[in-house]
């Protein structure tokens, strides 16, 4: 049990897995078991395939994260080999998959060494972003005609139905000064 255990048995006096009542010396004795565990030396995981270290089980991970013999996959692109972590410069060098590569400034491209040697992610950002550039531009035109043809169309309907109201109106007069003229008559 750990720190938390202690606080643990202050409130209860058994085990919280098997419901055992628990002493509180055994508690500092698996503590210190603990302790005397993580001091074991222990060799390396990879000592089958040649490494000598042997390290405290608590350093374990630490030699393991810089082992030569630790396999890892190499970064060419496509490639699925493992090679020990001491071996993987020279099979770069080699790599079948090693012709093909990611831009190394970031655009995502994946390039072979003649298309690497004249890549240019920015000249080409630029073209995209001039193409672009051009389309809205061609859009926006499009659209303000078409917004301009609409407004004149409105025009039209405004100025029609003015027309309309003032006809309407007109004849609205003469039918109210009908009845009077037949009644005078």
């Not at 393991?64 to 699925?80: I, M």
Request: proline share 5%; with cysteine.
């Amino acid at each position: 049990m750990h720190a938390s255990g202690n606080r643990y048995t202050c409130r209860q006096k058994t085990c919280p897995c098997c419901r055992k009542q628990v002493k509180r010396r055994k508690i500092v004795y698996e503590n210190k078991l603990r302790k005397a565990i993580s001091r074991l030396e222990i060799k390396c995981k990879n000592a089958d395939a040649g490494c000598m270290v042997t390290c405290p089980l608590a350093h374990r991970k630490g030699h393991q994260d810089s082992c030569p013999f630790e396999p890892v996959a190499c970064p060419n692109e496509g490639c699925t080999s493992r090679v020990p972590r001491g071996a993987l410069a020279e099979h770069q060098k080699h790599c079948q998959q090693r012709t093909q590569q990611r831009c190394p400034l970031g655009c995502g491209a994946t390039l072979d060494p003649t298309k690497r040697a004249h890549h240019n992610c920015y000249r080409e950002l630029h073209n995209a972003w001039s193409a672009r550039h051009e389309r809205s531009h061609s859009l926006l035109l499009c659209l303000l005609r078409r917004v301009r043809r609409l407004h004149r169309a409105t025009s039209i309907v405004r100025r029609e139905l003015a027309e309309l109201g003032n006809f309407l109106e007109e004849d609205t007069t003469l039918l109210e000064g009908t009845p009077q003229e037949e009644a005078e008559a």
